[in-house]
């Protein structure tokens, strides 16, 4: 019989590494008879409380009890007509996946058998950033106008004035907003309170958007199916297992891994095409109601597999978040207001409960490299904080580089970034944009230099201003694009200064140069 082999612990420190001879000591004065005062240099006393005191952090508004684990999608089907998402695309390909499976109104420390929705978090660590699916376990949802996303949440918790939850209060919300009655009949069915969490089903509700390289695009439902078949309990057998195992979902996905019996989910899509939409019986960006199987079968594109619990719950599952505007390419919004709303209210939430550089947290950095420096600094803030790259757009101190597919649907450089999509104005369909500056930009700032004219030094005061702080930039080809911009307002003002500023250049001679009053 082989024994397993415990590493060596660590020696003991202090949070920054000071060594110590024990840990339960503190340093006092004592009495002499039998009690003593605690002094202000007992650092390993005060840091362990003060710290015990913020080991919490704020727990989620929704979905606050989960079970979680790590594992592996892999494609199985040809999609390649629907989308280049490269995780989706190629037979074999696998992706590292994190995935939370969490009631949704409930606390932190609530039982897991309630009748309740669950969601299905899911971040996919592909070789072109995290993408993130936030499902549920049931096909449809309770509304479909965001501005009631809040309401319907504060309905089906407790309530206000007691503390306690409240049927009054959830019937009130739900008789009185009746598209809900589909996601009702849901939650009230057998599939309302899962056996556990291997055995839900999870259904994005939202419509996505699939694309290609070559401008063709389609519109998707996604389907997870567990292979360990959809299982539920009554709510008397709910309620006993409440009381008597309240973690009964955590702990059974946990023994399921730990025992080698990986639970899977089989990856599927329901498609329709841009030309097809008129012809279907529902509103397609409807969350309340989903697309008829029979018009609109699925298709299989992979299974997932979970296979690897956390090591340390609070690092990997706990500040794990879960964004739907994580989106890699091949895959878009869609004109779904729910998704849209929840693009913003997903990664906001995320920066309230872990702070604004939460993608910096190992259970959620990406495995592609990331270089973002127009974001930076902030509060905990551990990473290099890319050195002294240019913080700001435009720069050519030091281009940034830009990855954008070729109709090839392969990814090449591409200097300037992504090509906005030129549209009829109008159209009503989104475009990536950024505005093109043109001769317009110019006409009032060359009007605003012959008003200058009419008063007596303005022109002059304005030149010798504009020269003053100029005359700083060390680099030529800066100085030489800035006199160009200003002949372009007008050619007396570009020329004049551009001789004030070299001019006072050569006669530095090594001395430091005026500063302007705000530096």
């Given at each position: 019989?082989?024994?397993?082999?415990?590493?060596?612990t660590?020696?003991?420190?202090?949070?920054?590494?000071?060594?110590?001879?024990?840990?339960?000591?503190?340093?006092?004065?004592?009495?002499?008879?039998?009690?003593?005062?605690?002094?202000?240099?007992s650092?390993?006393?005060?840091?362990?409380?003060?710290?015990?005191?913020?080991?919490?952090?704020?727990?989620?508004?929704?979905?606050?009890?989960?079970?979680?684990?790590?594992?592996?999608?892999?494609?199985?089907?040809?999609?390649?007509?629907?989308?280049?998402?490269?995780?989706?695309?190629?037979?074999?390909?696998?992706?590292?996946?994190?995935?939370?499976?969490?009631?949704?109104?409930?606390?932190?420390?609530?039982?897991?058998?309630v009748?309740?929705?669950?969601?299905?978090?899911?971040?996919?660590?592909?070789?072109?950033?995290?993408?993130?699916?936030?499902f549920?376990?049931?096909?449809?949802?309770?509304?479909?106008?965001?501005?009631?996303?809040?309401?319907?949440n504060?309905?089906?918790?407790?309530?206000?004035?007691?503390?306690?939850?409240?049927?009054?209060?959830?019937?009130?919300f739900?008789?009185?907003?009746?598209?809900?009655?589909?996601?009702?009949?849901?939650?009230?069915?057998?599939?309302?309170?899962?056996?556990?969490?291997?055995?839900?089903?999870?259904?994005?509700?939202?419509?996505?958007?699939?694309?290609?390289?070559?401008?063709?695009y389609?519109?998707?439902?996604?389907?997870?199916l567990?292979?360990?078949?959809?299982?539920?309990?009554?709510?008397?057998?709910?309620?006993?297992?409440?009381?008597?195992?309240?973690?009964?979902?955590?702990?059974?996905?946990?023994?399921?891994?730990?025992?080698?019996?990986?639970?899977?989910?089989?990856?599927?899509?329901?498609?329709?095409?841009?030309?097809?939409?008129?012809?279907?019986?529902?509103?397609?960006?409807?969350?309340?109601?989903?697309?008829?199987?029979?018009?609109?079968?699925?298709?299989?594109?992979?299974?997932?597999?979970?296979?690897?619990?956390?090591?340390?719950?609070?690092?990997?599952?706990?500040?794990a978040?879960?964004?739907?505007?994580?989106?890699?390419?091949?895959?878009?919004?869609?004109?779904?207001?729910?998704?849209?709303?929840?693009?913003?209210?997903?990664?906001?939430?995320?920066?309230?409960r872990?702070?604004?550089?939460?993608?910096?947290?190992?259970t959620?950095a990406?495995?592609?490299?990331?270089?973002?420096?127009?974001?930076?600094?902030?509060?905990?803030?551990?990473?290099?904080?890319?050195?002294?790259?240019?913080?700001?757009?435009?720069?050519?101190?030091?281009?940034?580089?830009?990855?954008?597919?070729?109709?090839?649907?392969?990814y090449?450089?591409?200097?300037?970034?992504?090509?906005?999509?030129?549209?009829?104005?109008?159209?009503?369909?989104?475009?990536?944009?950024?505005?093109?500056?043109?001769?317009?930009?110019f006409?009032?700032?060359?009007?605003l230099?012959?008003?200058?004219?009419?008063?007596?030094?303005?022109?002059?005061?304005?030149?010798?201003?504009?020269?003053?702080?100029?005359?700083?930039?060390?680099?030529k080809?800066?100085?030489?694009?800035?006199?160009?911009?200003?002949?372009?307002?007008?050619?007396?003002?570009?020329?004049?200064?551009e001789?004030?500023?070299?001019?006072?250049?050569?006669?530095?001679?090594?001395?430091?140069?005026?500063?302007?009053?705000?530096?």
């Amino acid at each position: 019989m082989g024994t397993d082999t415990i590493p060596e612990t660590p020696y003991y420190t202090l949070a920054e590494g000071q060594p110590l001879p024990r840990n339960d000591t503190s340093n006092q004065i004592r009495t002499g008879s039998g009690g003593g005062f605690v002094l202000l240099t007992s650092t390993q006393l005060i840091e362990n409380l003060a710290h015990f005191a913020r080991e919490r952090i704020p727990e989620r508004s929704v979905h606050a009890k989960a079970a979680g684990a790590r594992g592996y999608f892999e494609v199985t089907e040809d999609i390649s007509d629907l989308t280049d998402a490269d995780f989706l695309t190629g037979i074999g390909k696998k992706t590292d996946v994190l995935v939370r499976i969490s009631t949704v109104a409930p606390e932190r420390g609530a039982a897991d058998t309630v009748r309740d929705f669950r969601g299905f978090a899911m971040k996919f660590k592909t070789n072109q950033g995290n993408q993130d699916f936030v499902f549920n376990n049931q096909p449809v949802f309770f509304v479909r106008d965001p501005t009631k996303f809040p309401s319907l949440n504060r309905s089906h918790k407790k309530d206000p004035k007691t503390n306690v939850p409240s049927s009054d209060m959830f019937w009130d919300f739900h008789v009185n907003n009746q598209e809900s009655v589909h996601a009702l009949m849901f939650l009230f069915g057998d599939r309302g309170l899962p056996s556990s969490v291997r055995h839900v089903n999870a259904y994005s509700g939202n419509t996505y958007k699939f694309t290609k390289s070559d401008g063709s695009y389609c519109y998707v439902r996604i389907h997870f199916l567990t292979n360990q078949g959809v299982h539920h309990y009554t709510d008397a057998e709910g309620a006993e297992l409440a009381g008597a195992e309240p973690d009964r979902h955590l702990e059974d996905l946990q023994t399921a891994i730990r025992s080698g019996d990986f639970p899977s989910w089989d990856m599927y899509v329901q498609v329709i095409r841009p030309e097809d939409i008129a012809y279907a019986p529902v509103d397609i960006f409807d969350m309340t109601k989903t697309w008829p199987l029979s018009k609109y079968p699925r298709r299989k594109i992979g299974r997932m597999v979970l296979d690897k619990n956390p090591s340390n719950w609070f690092a990997e599952i706990e500040q794990a978040a879960f964004t739907p505007s994580n989106m890699v390419p091949g895959i878009e919004p869609s004109p779904d207001p729910m998704l849209q709303a929840r693009m913003f209210s997903y990664p906001d939430a995320a920066r309230y409960r872990l702070g604004v550089n939460y993608q910096f947290l190992p259970t959620n950095a990406p495995k592609s490299e990331v270089y973002c420096p127009i974001e930076r600094d902030g509060f905990m803030n551990f990473t290099p904080n890319y050195d002294g790259d240019p913080n700001y757009v435009g720069t050519r101190l030091k281009p940034v580089r830009f990855i954008k597919a070729g109709k090839d649907g392969h990814y090449h450089d591409g200097a300037g970034g992504t090509t906005p999509r030129k549209l009829d104005e109008g159209s009503g369909m989104p475009v990536v944009f950024s505005s093109e500056v043109t001769d317009k930009d110019f006409e009032q700032a060359t009007a605003l230099w012959h008003v200058m004219g009419k008063q007596e030094g303005a022109q002059e005061r304005l030149v010798s201003n504009l020269s003053t702080h100029l005359r700083a930039a060390q680099t030529k080809w800066i100085r030489d694009e800035a006199y160009a911009m200003f002949r372009h307002v007008h050619k007396k003002l570009g020329e004049t200064l551009e001789a004030a500023t070299e001019a006072a250049i050569k006669a530095k001679h090594g001395h430091d140069v005026h500063k302007m009053a705000w530096h």
